[in-house]
């Protein structure tokens, strides 16, 4: 970073703060810091897109730690998930090796259409809370999860909005327990991409690691949340929040050409 831009380094910290409190919460953290990095700090897509997958990746590790010192993980469960989750997200990684920057923005307009339409047509399913009927796996759900396992190794974004809508109406966990499993699987799928686009040079390591110290303390009240009373209808309103910054983002990035041009 140039040394004239220091005073955008609290910009960058509060950036991970918002990102790991949304991703832990509910997702789409990623709604903060990919527009920061891209927008403000001039990364390209495919850049940004590996910065990111850091302060993901850091906020996940500490959500995980934190639910499960709560005993709110269903280790089981992750026997079978985590294995799936990685498989997909192997494939993800490599294919986006293969992508170019404009196609990589045409996936990521792709995924904040998808996530709006899954969250307003589930919605009332969200809100509903879970009777005492005991979560199950089906294998048609560890299916759905090695499929967003693929696409968080491919570009990450609203890939938690994905997990928390299987979770919760395909697998019948409640929000914290969901949210457990979530941030766990989104903890193992970041780390595999972090290693292979460390190896090849696109992660701007000071501007990520910035952002991974605020994304772990964003992270921590996540998990405080996520157990609050009315938890539910906040990480659904969290989720409408950041769906609407993302639109807004793609209608910007749209016409951003036609407006400066």
């Known amino acids: 970073m140039d040394p004239h831009l220091l005073w955008l380094v609290p910009l960058l910290v509060a950036g991970g703060v918002a990102c790991g409190l949304l991703?832990?919460?509910?997702?789409?953290?990623?709604?903060?810091?990919?527009?920061?990095?891209?927008?403000?700090f001039g990364m390209t897509d495919s850049v940004?897109?590996?910065?990111?997958?850091?302060?993901?990746?850091v906020g996940a590790v500490m959500a995980t730690y934190t639910f499960a010192k709560r005993g709110q993980m269903?280790?089981?469960?992750?026997?079978?998930?985590?294995?799936?989750?990685?498989?997909?997200?192997?494939?993800?990684?490599?294919?986006?090796?293969a992508l170019s920057d404009p196609q990589i923005?045409?996936?990521?307009?792709?995924?904040?259409a998808m996530a709006l339409v899954l969250?307003?047509?589930?919605?009332?399913?969200?809100?509903?809370?879970?009777?005492?009927?005991?979560?199950?796996?089906?294998?048609?759900?560890?299916?759905?999860?090695a499929a967003v396992g693929f696409w968080l190794g491919l570009i990450v974004l609203d890939g938690a909005t994905?997990?928390?809508?299987?979770?919760?109406?395909?697998?019948?966990?409640?929000?914290?327990?969901?949210?457990?499993?979530?941030?766990?699987?989104?903890?193992?799928?970041?780390?595999?991409?972090?290693?292979?686009?460390?190896?090849d040079g696109k992660i701007d390591w000071f501007e990520g690691s910035l952002m991974a110290v605020g994304?772990?303390?964003?992270?921590?009240?996540?998990?405080?949340?996520?157990?609050?009373?009315?938890?539910?209808?906040?990480?659904?309103?969290?989720l409408i929040f950041v769906i609407s910054l993302e639109i807004a983002q793609l209608v910007w990035r749209t016409a951003a050409p036609y407006v400066t041009g």
């Open 74 to 97: 269903d280790w089981k469960a992750a026997r079978v998930l985590v294995p799936a989750a990685v498989i997909g997200c192997i494939l993800g990684v490599r294919t986006e090796r």
């Open 119 to 145: 969250v307003l047509t589930k919605l009332k399913a969200i809100l509903v809370k879970r009777d005492d009927t005991p979560p199950t796996v089906p294998w048609w759900g560890v299916l759905l999860v």
């Open 23 to 40: 991703n832990t919460l509910a997702s789409s953290g990623s709604a903060v810091s990919l527009p920061l990095m891209i927008l403000v």
């Open 215 to 238: 994304s772990i303390i964003g992270s921590y009240f996540g998990v405080m949340l996520s157990n609050a009373p009315g938890a539910r209808t906040i990480a659904v309103r969290a």
């Open 162 to 199: 994905y997990l928390l809508l299987v979770l919760m109406l395909c697998f019948r966990y409640d929000l914290p327990q969901a949210n457990a499993l979530k941030n766990l699987l989104i903890a193992v799928t970041a780390f595999l991409p972090v290693l292979r686009f460390a190896h």
């Open 48 to 57: 940004a897109n590996a910065t990111n997958r850091l302060p993901v990746l």
């Open 105 to 112: 923005g045409i996936l990521i307009d792709v995924a904040v």
